[in-house]
Antibody
Framework: QVQLVQSGAEVKKPGASVKLSCKASGYTFTNYAMHWVRQAPGQRLEWMGWINAGNGKTKYSQKFQGRVTITRDTSASTAYLELSSLRSEDTSVYYC??????????????WGEGTTVTVSS | DTVMTQSPDSLAVSLGERATFNCKSSQSVLYSSNNKNYLAWYQQKPGQPPKLLIYWASTRESGVPDRFSGGGSGTDFTLTISSLQAEDVAVYYCQQYYTTPTFGQGTKVEIK
């Protein structure tokens, strides 16, 4: 079955970086895209960015431009999210979610279980 | 960014009764060239990730019970659960994908 398995919880200090992973299985990784969406406690879902898993093309939310990098390793069927200069407001659950390969603006049909990132001194 | 506003924030419905809630976008999400509304609905149960229910405003995702239906066009949309079941207790989010994806604040559905 189609599945996205995300890496484990992280605790980071302000100013640090974090790199999260999302391993896909049950489908051809390079035929789709991967979105990253986060959800702070009690807040709405917030889109961060997207990667075309086929050609590696990316698009980021303006809010995170300069702080976020999304990459993928096709040999491992894994997408990555790296967020730098962490601050307390980045404390959230981070989800990867499958999307349409050629279109950034699309719905997300399969979601990972989420990775909790806590930023605290 | 397109702002998505859902109403009500929470809703308590008796088992077997109809639940209807709304989603309004700050700009139209209807793409005239293909006459499609770029609007999806998700269900999120506590401690779980969102689950896709509806896309293109009214197309049910495979495996979603037919008691879930989506409607509306342009800027105003609804999600209806025709006969609420205990397993439908969740928060429901709308999402537009006409531009940079944005989500509503969610409607929490509980049993009355």
């Amino acid at each position: 079955q189609v599945q996205l398995v995300q890496s484990g919880a992280e605790v980071k200090k302000p100013g640090a970086s974090v790199k999260l992973s999302c391993k896909a299985s049950g489908y051809t990784f390079t035929n789709y895209a991967m979105h990253w969406v986060r959800q702070a406690p009690g807040q709405r879902l917030e889109w961060m960015g997207w990667i075309n898993a086929g050609n590696g093309k990316t698009k980021y939310s303006q809010k995170f431009q300069g702080r976020v990098t999304i990459t993928r390793d096709t040999s491992a069927s894994t997408a990555y999210l790296e967020l730098s200069s962490l601050r307390s407001e980045d404390t959230s659950v981070y989800y990867c979610a499958r999307g349409e390969r050629e279109l950034v603006y699309y719905y997300m049909d399969v979601w990972g279980e989420g990775t909790t990132v806590t930023v605290s001194s | 960014d397109t702002v998505m506003t859902q109403s009500p924030d929470s809703l308590a419905v008796s088992l077997g009764e109809r639940a209807t809630f709304n989603c309004k976008s700050s700009q139209s999400v209807l793409y005239s060239s293909n006459n499609k509304n770029y609007l999806a609905w998700y269900q999120q149960k506590p401690g779980q990730p969102p689950k896709l229910l509806i896309y293109w405003a009214s197309t049910r995702e495979s495996g979603v019970p037919d008691r879930f239906s989506g409607g509306g066009s342009g800027t105003d949309f609804t999600l209806t659960i025709s006969s609420l079941q205990a397993e439908d207790v969740a928060v429901y989010y709308c999402q537009q994908y006409y531009t940079t994806p944005t989500f509503g604040q969610g409607t929490k559905v509980e049993i009355k």
